[in-house]
């Protein structure tokens, strides 16, 4: 089955830099790359995704990125602000069954 | 629109001892998950729901566990007897429709304490 790994699992960053956060899937044949993002206590939230059939997509201040090839993909966040500060998890949808396999979560935190 | 609602939020219990979660999906999901996230770790599948209908129950750790959704609407969650290995954030989620098109949304979770 998929396997997801995810790395950094901490990132802390100055207001205004950039974050980037990398996953690996195993699974050559899963078709769609959902990034969630969870504030404390709150639930995961769907924040952008990309299909395998593209190779780059960007909504704002965050982009993410597919290699398909290596079998990588990667979240950009530009201009981080403190809002910003979360955990992130990046996710693979495993083409035989219809289930979402997660990484384990990046930290982010914002410094102002 | 409601979104999808877990209860408890939190519950702590002995070893040994019997806890059920429920998750109400959004109207009209068809599609029901179950996952867990143990602290530090990866939320993990353990099971999913089209309407009545287990699609896939790979993940589900041991017989300990049991999943239903009486009538395709809520689903519950019972963990019996638990175990200290139980504890952590139990995850519902619903789509609305499977394959590549059907983003997840999530409750808030039910946090499982085990003691």
């Known amino acids: 089955g998929e396997n997801v790994e995810q790395h950094p699992s901490t990132l802390s960053v100055q207001e205004g830099d950039s974050a980037v956060i990398k996953c690996t899937y195993s699974?050559?044949?899963?078709?769609?790359f959902p990034w969630y993002k969870q504030e404390l206590g709150k639930r995961p939230q769907l924040i952008i995704d990309?299909?395998?059939?593209?190779g780059e997509k960007k909504d704002q201040r965050i982009a993410v990125t597919l290699n398909k090839t290596a079998k990588h993909f990667s979240l950009h966040i530009t201009e981080t602000q403190p809002e910003d500060s979360a955990v992130y998890f990046c996710?693979?949808?495993?083409?035989?069954?219809?289930?979402?396999?997660f990484g384990t979560g990046t930290r982010l935190q914002v410094f102002p | 629109e409601a979104g999808v609602t877990q209860f408890p939020s939190h519950s702590v219990i002995e070893k040994g001892q019997t806890v059920t979660l429920r998750c109400d999906p959004i109207?009209?999901?068809?599609?029901l998950y179950w996952y867990r996230r143990v602290m530090g770790k990866e939320i993990k599948f353990l099971l999913h729901?089209?309407?009545?209908?287990?699609?896939?129950e790979s993940g589900m750790p041991n017989n300990r566990f049991l999943a239903e959704r009486t009538g395709g609407t809520y689903s519950t969650l019972k963990v019996q007897p638990a175990e200290l290995e139980d504890s952590g954030v139990y995850f519902c989620?619903?789509?609305?429709?499977?394959?590549?098109?059907?983003?997840?949304?999530f409750g808030e979770g039910s946090r499982l304490t085990v003691l």
């Open positions: 989620a619903s789509s609305h429709a499977p394959g590549p098109t059907g983003e997840l949304f």
């Open positions: 699974d050559s044949a899963s078709n769609y």
């Open positions: 990309i299909r395998s059939n593209v």
């Open positions: 996710a693979a949808r495993e083409a035989l069954y219809d289930k979402l396999i």
């Open positions: 109207s009209g999901h068809d599609n």
């Open positions: 729901f089209v309407k009545e209908s287990k699609q896939d």
